[in-house]
C-alpha cells in the first residue's frame, strides 16, 4: 500500500528542486598591466639628468646644494623668488596665479599686470647689475633651464674636464648665497625709492 503523501513530504519535494547544486563558472580576472611613465631614453639624454652611479636621474641642483650643505635655507627663498620674478618678467606667468584669492583682493586689469612684469623685470635687471652678467648666466642656466652641474660644466668650463662638475657646483653655491643678500638690497632699495617718490608727491600737493 503506497504511503500518503503530507505536506512535510510536499515542502522536502520542493526543497531538493530548488536546493539542486549548480556548476559555477569562475572568471580570471587580470589586472592591467601598469602604464610606464618613466622618462623617454631622449628624455633622460637631455641636459637636466646626469648619472647618478649607473642611473640617469633628473635632479634639482637648488636642492641638491641646500642637502649637502653648501646653501642655507635663505639662499634657497632667494632661488625661489629669483626664478618666480624671470619667469612672470619673460613669460606672464606666475605660480600664485592658481592659487586661491582671499575675500577682499582687489582684481588688477591689463595696466596693472603689464606694471607688475616690469617690476619683476626690474628686480631681475637689478639683481643682474649687483651680482654681474657672469652670475646671471648661471642663474639663468641652473634656474630658469633646470641645467644639471656637468650640462653646465661642459658649456662652461669645458677645459676642467671630470672636476668641472665640482667647479660649478661650487659657483652656483656663492652666488646662491649671493642672490640672498642681493635681494635684500633690491628690495630695501625700492621700499626706499618708493618712499621718496611718495614723500615728492605729498609734498607737490601740500
Given at each position: 500500500?503506497?504511503?500518503?503523501?503530507?505536506?512535510?513530504?510536499?515542502?522536502?519535494?520542493?526543497?531538493?528542486?530548488?536546493?539542486?547544486?549548480?556548476?559555477?563558472?569562475?572568471?580570471?580576472?587580470?589586472?592591467?598591466?601598469?602604464?610606464?611613465?618613466?622618462?623617454?631614453?631622449?628624455?633622460?639624454?637631455?641636459?637636466?639628468?646626469?648619472?647618478?652611479?649607473?642611473?640617469?636621474?633628473?635632479?634639482?641642483?637648488?636642492?641638491?646644494?641646500?642637502?649637502?650643505?653648501?646653501?642655507?635655507?635663505?639662499?634657497?627663498?632667494?632661488?625661489?623668488?629669483?626664478?618666480?620674478?624671470?619667469?612672470?618678467?619673460?613669460?606672464?606667468?606666475?605660480?600664485?596665479?592658481?592659487?586661491?584669492l582671499p575675500s577682499d583682493y582687489v582684481k588688477?586689469?591689463?595696466?596693472?599686470?603689464?606694471?607688475?612684469?616690469?617690476?619683476?623685470?626690474?628686480?631681475?635687471?637689478?639683481?643682474?647689475?649687483?651680482?654681474?652678467?657672469?652670475?646671471?648666466?648661471?642663474?639663468?642656466?641652473?634656474?630658469?633651464?633646470?641645467?644639471?652641474?656637468?650640462?653646465?660644466?661642459?658649456?662652461?668650463?669645458?677645459?676642467?674636464?671630470?672636476?668641472?662638475?665640482?667647479?660649478?657646483?661650487?659657483?652656483?653655491?656663492?652666488?646662491?648665497?649671493?642672490?640672498?643678500?642681493?635681494?635684500?638690497?633690491?628690495?630695501?632699495?625700492?621700499?626706499?625709492?618708493?618712499?621718496?617718490?611718495?614723500?615728492?608727491?605729498?609734498?607737490?600737493?601740500?
Amino acid at each position: 500500500m503506497p504511503k500518503s503523501l503530507t505536506s512535510r513530504d510536499g515542502l522536502a519535494e520542493t526543497v531538493r528542486q530548488f536546493s539542486t547544486p549548480k556548476q559555477t563558472r569562475k572568471t580570471a580576472f587580470v589586472l592591467p598591466k601598469a602604464e610606464d611613465n618613466s622618462p623617454t631614453p631622449e628624455r633622460v639624454a637631455k641636459g637636466d639628468y646626469e648619472w647618478q652611479g649607473k642611473k640617469r636621474v633628473k635632479l634639482n641642483t637648488v636642492n641638491a646644494l641646500h642637502m649637502a650643505g653648501d646653501i642655507d635655507g635663505d639662499a634657497v627663498t632667494a632661488a625661489k623668488w629669483w626664478i618666480c620674478d624671470y619667469v612672470f618678467a619673460h613669460h606672464g606667468y606666475l605660480d600664485i596665479l592658481n592659487d586661491v584669492l582671499p575675500s577682499d583682493y582687489v582684481k588688477g586689469d591689463v595696466h596693472t599686470f603689464a606694471i607688475s612684469r616690469g617690476n619683476a623685470a626690474e628686480r631681475v635687471g637689478m639683481i643682474r647689475d649687483r651680482l654681474g652678467l657672469c652670475a646671471h648666466v648661471r642663474l639663468e642656466m641652473m634656474l630658469a633651464r633646470e641645467l644639471s652641474f656637468s650640462a653646465m660644466a661642459q658649456a662652461l668650463v669645458p677645459s676642467k674636464g671630470a672636476q668641472g662638475r665640482k667647479v660649478v657646483s661650487a659657483q652656483c653655491a656663492l652666488i646662491l648665497e649671493q642672490l640672498s643678500d642681493a635681494y635684500t638690497q633690491v628690495r630695501q632699495e625700492i621700499r626706499g625709492s618708493i618712499e621718496r617718490h611718495k614723500a615728492l608727491v605729498l609734498g607737490a600737493t601740500a
